[in-house]
Nanobody
Framework: QVQLVESGGGLVQAGGSLSLSCAAS????????MGWFRQAPGKEREFVAA????????YYADSVKGRFTISRDSAKNTVYLQMISLKPEDTAVYYC??????????????????WGQGTQVTVSS
């Protein structure tokens, strides 16, 4: 049974930094893409960033480009999201997700097969 567990959320002041991690377990396959999504209060869940298995291809939402960096350690089945220059509008529950399709780099939630439980990120002004 595949499980994704996020960690690293918390409270930070605007302009600060946070790093999130997501560890996957129970995997019987490789080559998968990992993504991060977020959901702010009263809003739809939205795409943040994604990275392919090799790490050579990444994609970011325009709202986080230049401030967030996604990376992964495939040997450890772990994906990271480093966030700098945080803004109050980055406040949300952040979810990691796994897409089994090899080489896929999707922004669509429906194309991700597994999800973590989420970790809260709060940015105060």
């Amino acid at each position: 049974q595949v499980q994704l567990v996020e960690s690293g959320g918390g409270l930070v002041q605007a302009g600060g930094s946070l790093s999130l991690s997501c560890a996957a377990s129970g995997l019987t396959f490789s080559g998968y893409t990992m993504g991060w999504f977020r959901q702010a209060p009263g809003k739809e869940r939205e795409f943040v960033a994604a990275i392919t298995w090799s790490g050579r291809s990444t994609y970011y939402a325009d709202s986080v480009k230049g401030r967030f960096t996604i990376s992964r350690d495939s040997a450890k089945n772990t994906v990271y999201l480093q966030m700098i220059s945080l803004k109050p509008e980055d406040t949300a529950v952040y979810y990691c997700a796994l897409d089994k399709v090899i080489g896929h780099l999707s922004t669509f939630q429906v194309e991700y097969d597994y999800w973590g439980q989420g970790t809260q990120v709060t940015v105060s002004s």
